[in-house]
């Protein structure tokens, strides 16, 4: 196992105190999930919403865990226990001393990723690029929130070369405490788009939100920011109210420090041509998409503030592939020959909708072939969300859509402005919707599945998974 808190150490950070005899052997991990722990792994009973981790106590020393942290108020309903306890006031503020403490002790180049869209794919791009150079730590899936962000702070190894870390935020406020903790030396900000739209008056405060990413950079640490963004004269604005004195951009306009020069996009890959600050670099980037393509500038430019080697990274690039619901496509065969699905159901907003509907595009059909659509709502845009939802119709238009399948209470202002000659079908879930995808599919289509988590469209895509296998030569999907 290797040893990343010793016990004593754990206990310092979280400042609590130790209840029977803690492992001599040290903890090899962090978990607040018992399905998920280790054996060794230190478990913190955190309390959410709907689960309280005191609940599965007895399920984490089952899996093997080496010590649970836990509540004051918690311990006498815990004696039962034969497990080492480290005992605390409040577990979440325990992991989140704990965050701090790891970082505190860490030599790594850190990098925190914001934005509208694009967050976790440029994270995980960054991951793998700079895997090429170093040893890297980076943000479990999604794990962008007030817990998510302690806790793989809390993992950060000591000796690790680089840390990779995605912050979100659904409210104002929600970024200031977590980059704080975070203190990257490299702060990205992606884009800036209607996502949460509901929570905010409009995209300039959206931006003002995420700029809080720049109150937590280390002296002399730079902000990154998207060139080709309409609001990056804004965040440059308040980058320098934080007294950020290092900012630059990426993009293709002629002003960016990290700028494209040339680029051709693929059915499955991208070329590009780019100058990273003073060196001009070629790269091939496995996953499609223009909007990969920009996050891809992003990650040169973080990879190059860091020190990194850019022609290693560059090269890595071609390794990148695309997340599950992030893009990642099938081959699914069915009688008479094959069609590809496209899998974007993790996340949807106006911003990201229309770089799926290039993408579809730009997915070849073959001979019979349709390109069809399978959209579900945005969520979280408020009193904007009919008007942001039937302004979908130009980009479906431009996607050469043969078949738009729509599901959803806010998709139904989409059903209501599409094009009359455009063939339809509207459905009010996703559920609903299942029967009539299962049924429309045919040999040579190219289907892009799209919308927010909240909607369940991972359903119609675990649907086609499990009616159709995936064609010979392929592996078949988890």
């Not at 963004?229 to 109210?241: I, M, S």
């Not at 845009?381 to 119709?393: D, N, T, W, Y």
């Not at 431009?398 to 455009?422: C, F, I, N």
Request: with cysteine; aromatic share 4%.
């Amino acid at each position: 196992m290797n040893v990343l808190w010793t016990a004593d150490a754990l206990v310092e950070a979280t400042g609590g105190r130790p209840h029977g005899q803690l492992p001599p052997a040290g903890i090899g991990g962090i978990s607040i999930d018992s399905r998920t722990l280790r054996p060794g792994d230190a478990f913190f009973a955190i309390k959410g919403e709907s689960m309280d981790g005191h609940d599965f106590a007895t399920a984490a020393v089952k899996a093997g865990a080496g010590v649970l942290v836990v509540a004051e108020s918690k311990l006498p309903a815990l004696g039962r226990l034969t497990a080492p306890l480290i005992v605390v006031p409040d577990v979440l503020v325990a992991l989140e001393k704990a965050g701090r403490a790891a970082r505190e002790r860490s030599r790594a180049k850190i990098v925190a990723v914001t934005g509208s869209a694009g967050k976790t794919s440029t994270k995980e791009a960054l991951r793998h690029v700079l895997s090429a150079v170093g040893t890297v730590h980076a943000s479990d899936k999604s794990f962008n929130n007030h817990w998510g962000v302690p806790l793989t702070l809390a993992r950060l190894p000591q000796d690790c070369d680089f840390g990779i870390f995605e912050i979100g935020m659904n409210h104002p406020g929600e970024i200031r405490s977590l980059v704080k903790m975070v203190r990257p030396h490299v702060t990205i900000v992606t884009l800036i788009a209607a996502a949460h739209l509901g929570h905010f008056r409009n995209l300039d405060d959206i931006a003002r939100a995420k700029a809080e990413i720049f109150e937590g950079l280390e002296p002399g640490g730079a902000a990154l920011l998207n060139r080709d963004d309409q609001r990056y004269g804004l965040l440059a604005k308040l980058a320098k109210a934080q007294r950020v004195t290092r900012i630059l951009g990426f993009g293709e306009d002629a002003r960016a420090d990290f700028r494209l020069l040339d680029c051709t996009l693929a059915a499955d890959s991208s070329t590009i041509r780019a100058r990273i600050g003073d060196t001009e670099v070629a790269a091939r980037i496995g996953a499609p998409g223009r909007h990969v393509v920009q996050n891809a500038l992003a990650v040169l430019g973080a990879a190059s503030l860091v020190g990194a080697d850019i022609g290693k990274v560059a090269e890595a690039l071609g390794g990148i592939e695309a997340e599950q619901g992030r893009g990642r496509r099938y081959r699914l065969a069915l009688p008479g020959g094959a069609f590809t699905l496209i899998d974007e159901s993790y996340n949807a907003n106006p911003a990201s909708m229309q770089a799926a509907m290039a993408l579809l595009a730009t997915t070849p059909v073959e001979a019979g072939g349709r390109r069809i659509a399978v959209l579900g709502d945005m969520l979280e845009l408020g009193s904007h969300s009919a008007e942001l939802h039937a302004a979908l119709a130009e980009p479906v238009k431009k996607s050469g859509a043969d078949l738009v399948l729509l599901a959803g209470t806010e998709m139904k202002a989409l059903a209501d402005a599409l094009p009359k000659g455009l063939a339809a079908e509207y459905r009010a879930d996703a559920e609903s919707l299942k029967a009539v995808l299962l049924d429309a599919v045919r040999p040579g289509d190219a289907v892009m599945i799209k919308s927010s988590k909240g909607i369940g469209f991972s359903r119609l895509v675990d649907a086609l998974i499990a009616q159709y296998p995936a064609q010979a030569g392929q592996q078949k999907p988890a």
